[in-house]
C-alpha cells in the first residue's frame, strides 16, 4: 500500500469515478468489498499554507458501482477544479484506503 499520491493521480481517480457507474461489478460478495476497499481513500495535502483533502468513496452493489469525490479546501466544500489548479507533483499523504 502506497502511502502517498500526487495531485495527477487523484485528477485520474476523479475520472475513473466519474465512468464507474456503467461498469460491471465484480461477482462475489468478497470481491466487491476488496475493490471498495481498493479504489476508497483519503488523502491530505498541505500547499501555500491551506489544507486540501480529498475523499473517495466507493461502493459496489449487485448490479452498479457508486463512486463519488468529495473535495475540501481549509475545511470549506470545493470542485474538482480547485484541485487541478494545484501542481501536478504535490505529493498528498494518503490517510485510509489503498490507491
Known sequence: MSTTITTSSIIAQAEKCRKAYFWRPR???SG??????????????????????????????CSHIYAKMYYKKDGKTVTLRSIKRLPADLIWNITGGDV
Not at 476488496?34 to 468513496?57: G, H, L, P, T
Open 27 to 29: 461477482g462475489g460478495s
Open 32 to 61: 466487491r468489498r476488496a475493490s471498495e476497499q481498493q479504489n476508497s481513500f483519503i488523502a491530505e495535502a498541505i500547499f501555500d499554507d491551506v489544507a486540501y483533502v480529498a475523499e473517495c468513496d466507493w461502493q459496489e452493489s
